[in-house]
C-alpha cells in the first residue's frame, strides 16, 4: 500500500514517514505542493509502479497550499485525500471537504488516531470502488423526476443537462435518492455520506443542502430535497405538480 504524504516540516514527515512505514506502507515524501502534484501526476503515468492509495496532505505549505493541490488532484483522481491541519490554524473544515478531501486530522496527533483515519478512508474508497465496479449497467442508474444519477461516473444530469456536483454534494444527493420516501435524520446522513467514525458537525449537513438546492433546485425551479422540520432531510417530488 502506497502513501504520498505531502509536509514541509522535516520533523513532521519523518515521524509519519517513520510510524507509517512501521504499520507496512510504503512512503514517499514532497515537501511542497508542486512536488507532490510532480510525483503524483507521474506515478498516474506509470503503469509499471503500484499506483498510489493514499495522500496525507498538509494544508499549509509554502507557495501552494493543500486545498490547491487538493483541487488539482481531483481534476486527475478520486484518489483518497485525508487533510492535516494544525491547531490554532483558521481552517473551514467545510471548504476542504468541498474540495474534495475524505478527511481530516489536525497537529499534532497520536499516530493512533492518523492509522485509524487512514483506515477507514481506505475502507470507505474500496467499498465506493466494488459498488462501482458492479455498477456500471445502465439499469444502475438512479432516477428521480427528472434527475438521473450515475453513481459509476459520478455524473449527474437534469433531464440532459450535466449538473457539476463536488464529491460531497454527489454523495449527499446520492443517499437522499437512495432512500427516496424515507426522512433521513442528520446523523444518518453523516454516516452514509461521510462514514461513521467521522466526527463531522450536523451543521455541515445543512451546508451541502444549500450548496445542492443552490446548483439543483434553483437553477432547475424545481424543489426536491424537503426540510422535515425536527428530523432532517428528505427528497420527494412536489405534490402539487
Ligand atoms: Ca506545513
Redesign the pocket.
Known sequence: MKILIV???PNIASFEKLELEHEGYTVTLAQTGREALTIFEKSLNDNTEEPFSIVLL????PELNGIEVLRRIRKLSQIPVVLVT?RGETFDKVNGLDAGADDYIAKPFAIEELLARIRSVLRRSSSSEAGRANSPSPSQLITFDRLTLNPASYEVFIDQTLVALTKTEFLLLKCLLCHQGEVLSRTEIINEVWGEDHYIDENSVDVYVRYLRTKIDEVFNVSYITTVRGAGYTIRKPSNV
Open positions: 509536509e514541509d516540516e498538509d494544508i499549509m505549505l494544525a
